[in-house]
């Protein structure tokens, strides 16, 4: 059971690069969530879905985009990375309240 | 605007003290409440939780207590051991879409 895993877990980038983020969980929650962690600012919920096939924006959506084609696993892709957009980035997964959280991707877009 | 608050980033406690962490919120259709703890280079885990229904929850070492009316809400971990060394985040959520986290506060447990 390994929980929360995201894939790669350090990456940097070039201004006008894209890529992707999986991340995936093996405990069969509908709920799953990505977020972006920067200095003082906490946690901000960038996209999250309630089920396979659904996605909804969060506080800071503008620059990404998520798919959640299988329920097991959550995509966030950035089209045109920009500096801004260097951060710690974590997904996480639920049932209910309590949210599980991966181990975190650190990004930097030079 | 920045519905749930913790207004101390740091908080240092002696070894066998007791630590306690505060957290304010605005929105008054908040009614769960969670903690969260971070190590460096590691996701948050979920700590300990409280519904608007009680006013205090206890786990072990760690208590959350709750005033509804004063919007706030704290964590007392006692005694503080030098592993709670972390980050620890409050959030709160009036359903079971989102949660609405704060900055965080960096406790360190010296010995």
């Known amino acids: 059971n390994a929980g929360v895993t995201q894939t790669p877990k350090f990456r940097v980038l070039k201004t006008g690069q894209s890529m992707t983020l999986l991340c995936a969980q093996d405990?069969?929650?509908?709920?799953m969530y990505w977020y972006r962690q920067d200095p003082g600012m906490g946690l901000r919920l960038i996209h999250y879905s309630v089920g396979e096939g659904t996605t909804a924006k969060g506080e800071v959506p503008d620059g990404y985009n998520v798919s959640r084609l299988k329920k097991q696993n959550f995509l966030l892709g950035l089209e045109s990375a920009a500096p801004s957009q260097t951060s710690v980035y974590f997904c996480a997964s639920s049932y209910r309240y309590e949210q599980y959280f991966g181990p975190g991707t650190r990004l930097t877009v030079t | 605007d920045q519905q749930v608050k913790q207004n101390s980033p740091s908080l240092s406690v002696q070894e066998g003290r007791i630590s306690i962490l505060n957290c304010d919120y605005t929105n008054s259709m908040f009614d769960y409440f969670l903690w969260y703890k971070k190590y460096p280079a590691e996701g948050p885990t979920f700590l300990i939780s409280?519904?608007?229904?009680?006013d205090k929850n206890e786990d072990g070492r760690f208590t959350v207590f709750l005033n509804k009316s004063a919007k706030h809400l704290s964590l007392h971990i006692v005694p503080s051991q030098p592993g709670d060394s972390a980050v620890y985040f409050c959030a709160a959520t009036g359903d079971t879409d989102k949660l609405i986290f704060g900055t965080g506060t960096r406790l360190q447990v010296f010995p």
């Open positions: 409280i519904s608007s229904i009680k």
């Open positions: 405990m069969n929650h509908e709920y």
